[in-house]
């Protein structure tokens, strides 16, 4: 390992939770992989032709670089749409390359219109509609304008999809708040509809939609968190279950795999004696003699400061604690009670060895993170491998 950690990413896990959420999603719907923030830390450039393989040609990216880097190893066919952010210099690459993007406010409608003429190419574009989130998304008191200008410019600009976005349908009491997002968009896409517009896909529904909202399952929905093995919320996770029960459907306690693994190894051991300060500062002292070891990953690799004495990692199948401050490139781990640990064995910081596993919600919920925020901290410089790692048996817990 020339890298101080490695990130592996399990083919079979992927394949097995794309085909679990197609059975959620249906035959019908588009599934768009959503890949924004490095692919939640799994690395742009080994996930999407991994997911290319299961047979999605749709992804979805938070801003122009993440395009440009699916763009690079992506299919020539396969589709990319920018959810976010273009500075309006960068518009001209967007529609020459063919990336679809969000109309997210008028004054985005208006230059894209103005750059498609100066470049005599048409945009393809998603009408992104305010419901409740109040985020971005085109307002009721705007869309009669927008829907005069694209009627007019047809020639210009294709509706590629109409589409809105949750204020967290991952927890129930939102449970109104979505409810009438739901409503507020078939309302809003009704309307453009009556007015003569061709919406293209409607689509809405994220990873916790699809679970809790199936009814927002529409032409297409955008999957990130899931399609990497976790849940929005253990809350999702738990409702789905319910529903199984409730409906007398015997249904797998953990349907969804976890893709990726963080693995580092041992840099030295030394013996500390007891009455000892560990680490920086006085946070730790041995209570008894000690062998401690070093592994090459601090806080610049995203292994959080606040799991300092707090969290674990596994060596040699069992559980070794992390003893005193993680550093800004090393933290320190108790092996006292775990016998033969030498130089270069495995440190796993997120995933299984043997039967164990530091799942990313632990990991997560240590540092009071989302899980979303442990994944997107991963080191982007760090080494990554697809593997073909068989799938542990289905278990209870996450
Ligand atoms: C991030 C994002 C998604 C995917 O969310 P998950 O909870 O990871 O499935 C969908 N739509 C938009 C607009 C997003 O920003």
Known sequence: MSSTSRITLNR????????????????HAIFSSVVKSNAYGHGIEHFVPLVEACGID????????????????????????IMGHIADEDLPWVIEQGIEFYIFAPHRLRETLRVCRELD??????????????????????????LELVIQNQALVEVAGTCTHFAGAEVVSNYYRI????????????????????????HAACSAAIFNYPETILDMVRVG???????????????????????????????????????????????????????????????RGMRIASVPVGYAQGYKREISNQGHVLIRGSRAPVVGVINMNMMLVDITDIPDVTIGDEVVLIGMQGDIEISVSSFSDMVHNLNYETLVGLPAETERLVVDRPLPARRNGL
């Open 225 to 287: 968190i899931a399609q990497y093995g976790m849940w929005s919320s253990q809350e999702t996770r738990i409702r789905y279950l319910q529903r199984g029960d409730r409906e007398g459907v015997t249904r797998s306690p953990d349907p969804l795999r976890r893709v990726l693994r963080w693995s580092s190894a041992i840099m030295d051991v030394k013996e500390v004696a007891e009455g000892e300060y560990i680490s920086y500062g006085y946070s730790f002292l041995s209570s």
């Open 179 to 202: 409810q009438n997002q739901i409503r507020e968009f078939h309302e809003r896409v009704r309307w453009l509809q009556d007015g003569g517009l061709d919406c293209g896909l409607l």
């Open 58 to 81: 749709h992804f979805s990216v938070f801003s122009l670089e993440e395009a440009r880097r699916v763009k690079h190893v992506c299919a020539p066919e396969t589709r990319i749409m």
């Open 12 to 27: 079979l896990a992927l394949a097995n939770n794309l085909a679990f959420l197609r059975t959620v999603i249906g035959d």
């Open 121 to 146: 190419r048409r945009a393809r574009v998603h009408l992104e509609l305010e419901t409740g989130l109040h985020r971005t998304g085109l307002e009721e008191d705007e869309l009669p304008g927008v």
